[in-house]
């Protein structure tokens, strides 16, 4: 870009400084204190602001012990994560799964692990036929609607043509959920004496949200619950979380009902209720210039969530006022048991002293 605008500038006969990618990184997202940081560079201000961010960035770095991670996983209610279960109960862990690019990657997480291999776009079929023509065991290639569309065909062609055994998953949500909803053309079924293809249909949960004004939820029944884990190591849908016994928070179910059809004891049952989670800035008044609000500037910090909010906590200023909601929702690493999610009055002490 700043190529560009020098070239602009020079045509039109400016002198002037243009700076861009020596003082900016080339990569990663454009922070304001990074933004700050590259002001300075040039103009010598904004020095105090970067000092303030140091020392609340210093001072939440010595809480990262509290700040159980929460990896990103497929959405609640999302139709990808019923496939990945019913592939691994029918082929199990001995298959060689061929993955693709595309938000259902994230099903190569635990507890679903449903990819052994991700190279790049398109590259689930063609690795998949390349992989049959060496292997005893079954191999599957895994591949969104649009990224079959974008790239998948030809490699379809060419399966076909080498007729490699090979079962290809297409998992049709009917949009391109990654990359911002943009719709793709319709799919249809296809089958072959060869290779198999199976086209798993079932919209994107976040686009039945939004066309759908009531949602029923599910809930566990606690006096039915058995801690068995089934739900949340099968499953691993992050709005069910697990304490002594399962509980979904109903904020996050969708009401997709695959955890009802995979619990064991019947515990798990649909409960009617509205709902929705909220993840912003919110910002008013005179002399607003952009959406996002720089660190230690908040006023005000609403978290749903306590290891969320801390996590934040570098937002509030120093006189800004945290409101806390003290339910933890546990993420799926936590309901697994590979992490422990801290004691709720630890964390609301971190919450006051990080300010
Ligand atoms: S119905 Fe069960 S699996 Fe579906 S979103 Fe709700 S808690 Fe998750
Ligand atoms: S599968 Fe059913 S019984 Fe087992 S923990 Fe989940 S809700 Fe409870």
């Keep these: 870009m700043e190529r560009a605008t020098k070239e ?6 400016v002198e002037t400084e243009i700076n861009g990618k020596n003082l900016l990184p080339s990569y990663g997202e454009l922070s ?35 700040l159980v991670s929460r990896p990103p996983t497929l959405c609640p209610g999302c139709a990808h994560r019923a496939m990945y279960v019913a592939l691994k109960e029918v082929l199990g862990d001995s298959a060689i799964y061929s993955g693709d690019i595309g938000c259902y990657t994230l099903g190569y997480l ?24 060496f292997v005893e065991t079954p191999v599957v290639a895994v591949i969104g609607d649009s990224t079959f569309f974008h790239a998948g065909l030809p490699a379809l062609v060419n399966l076909g043509y ?5 079962i290809v998953v297409v998992m049709d949500n009917s949009i391109t959920a990654m990359t911002g909803h943009q719709p793709d053309p319709l799919t249809g079924l296809m089958e072959h004496n060869g290779p198999s293809v199976i086209i798993a249909k079932r919209p994107c949960a976040l686009l039945e949200s939004r066309r759908r004004e009531k949602v ?13 884990r089934v739900c949340v190591i099968k499953l691993g849908c992050p709005a069910i979380t697990f304490k002594e016994k399962a509980k979904i928070v109903e904020d996050l179910c ?56 801390l996590r934040r906590a570098n937002y509030l200023s120093t006189d800004g006022i945290a409101i806390v909601n003290e339910e933890p929702v546990h993420p799926v690493s936590v309901s697994l048991g590979s992490e422990s999610y801290p004691e709720i009055d630890e964390v609301l002490l971190h919450h006051r002293i990080s300010q």
């Design 8 to 13: 602009i500038a020079h045509s039109f006969g």
């Design 32 to 66: 304001v204190d990074l933004v700050v940081r590259g002001i300075k560079e040039m103009t010598g201000k904004g020095s105090d602001y970067i000092l303030l961010v140091e020392d609340r960035d210093r001072r939440l770095e010595s809480h990262s012990d509290k």
């Design 110 to 133: 635990p507890p679903l692990r449903g990819m052994d291999t991700c190279f790049d776009m398109g590259a689930s079929i063609g690795f998949a036929s390349g992989l049959s023509k």
């Design 162 to 166: 080498n007729k490699s055994k090979v």
């Design 216 to 228: 029923e939820k599910y809930r566990v029944l606690e006096d039915k619950c058995r801690a068995c």
């Design 254 to 309: 969708t009401g997709c009902g695959v955890c009802e059809q995979i619990c064991p004891f019947n515990a798990i049952v649909r409960w009617k209720e509205n709902g929705g989670s909220v993840d912003s800035h919110v910002r008013f008044g005179k002399g607003v210039h952009s959406g996002i609000i720089p660190k230690c500037k908040a006023d005000y910090l609403l978290a749903f969530e306590p290891v969320e909010g």
